[in-house]
């Protein structure tokens, strides 16, 4: 199972051998909670299964909206109480990696949406590892000079620079997803070890 509520949609997957059995996602500003356990409640009647038909889980803990990714953890917590599961923690930066079509060849600036007047920066290296720290920058020149680099752009802060005219060179560096989706989950491109709990939630992704 791959399941995400962290940003701005909610989305479950059901998969095996990397094929798809079940997969639904729904746009949600508000009211995570409520979306999420719809979308598990109409997962469990169409395909027919229950917690002890899971063998592994697949999810981000963050950086991220911390009351959004907070009802997923608590709604998978209380779906899986009684049947201990493998899990595969991700950060928020290597799931939008896995939504690549494929491994880039230059490196990668995940932009994220802080809810701010600033947004959250992280650079990623063409294998996935993250550079540095997440840097926030304000929409200024100072962000403009960064993003001029000799990179290309994925993360939902892209959708909120679209529409300012100092930023339309950004067109041509769009090369990775804008919104998460539990479906990235499926991709090979990390060598991940399972654990036996959920990861501790990053938050804030913004420091300002």
């Known amino acids: 199972m791959g399941i995400d509520s962290s940003l701005s949609y909610c989305s479950l997957t059901i998969f095996k051998n990397q094929k798809i059995l079940w997969n639904k ?20 009647q169409t395909i027919k299964i229950s917690a002890k038909n899971i063998t592994f889980l697949h999810l981000n803990h963050g950086p991220a909206r911390f009351t959004a990714i907070r009802n997923c953890h608590a709604l998978i917590k209380g779906f899986f109480f009684n049947h201990p ?28 949406d802080t809810n701010r007047r600033d947004l959250a920066v992280q650079q990623i290296s063409p294998d996935g590892k993250l550079i540095g720290k997440t840097i926030t920058y ?35 560096k769009e090369c990775g997803p804008i919104h998460l989706k539990s479906d990235f989950f499926i991709k090979k491109f990390y060598d991940k070890k399972p654990k036996q709990h959920i990861t501790k939630i990053i938050y804030p992704y913004s420091p300002i």
């Open 25 to 44: 996602s729904i746009k949600a500003n508000f009211g995570h909670e409520k979306k999420l356990a719809k979308l598990l409640q109409d997962c469990l």
């Open 138 to 172: 304000n929409i200024d020149e100072s962000l403009i000079s960064v993003l001029q680099k000799d990179v290309i752009l994925m993360g939902n802060g892209v959708v909120k620079l679209r529409n300012i005219p100092e930023f339309k060179f950004l067109k041509n």
């Open 85 to 112: 599961i493998k899990i595969y923690n991700y950060n928020i930066f290597e799931h939008y990696f896995l939504g690549l079509g494929n491994k880039p060849n230059k490196k990668i600036l995940c932009i994220l």
